[in-house]
């Protein structure tokens, strides 16, 4: 019997991951696991991170592709 479990390297939180994390969210071209997931951090940190991130920055109503 083998055992088939995907074994993920750990990704370092760097101030560049998170940022590119909050971006993807505030511009929902990421989901929150996926966001943690890039930067490292379990999905409540980045659930924390992203509030703390709305607070300094105003909504953006563009259409952006």
Do not use: W
């Not at 990704?11 to 929150?32: D, Q, R, S």
């Not at 924390?48 to 592709?65: A, C, G, I, V």
């Amino acid at each position: 019997m083998s055992n088939k479990t995907k074994i993920t390297p750990k990704t370092i939180t760097t101030p560049k991951n998170v940022n590119e994390a909050n971006l993807g969210l505030f511009h929902a071209k990421m989901n929150l696991p996926d966001a943690a997931a890039h930067c490292g951090m379990t999905q409540r940190e980045m659930k924390m991170t992203f509030r703390e991130f709305l607070k300094h920055h105003e909504p953006d109503y563009s259409q952006s592709n």
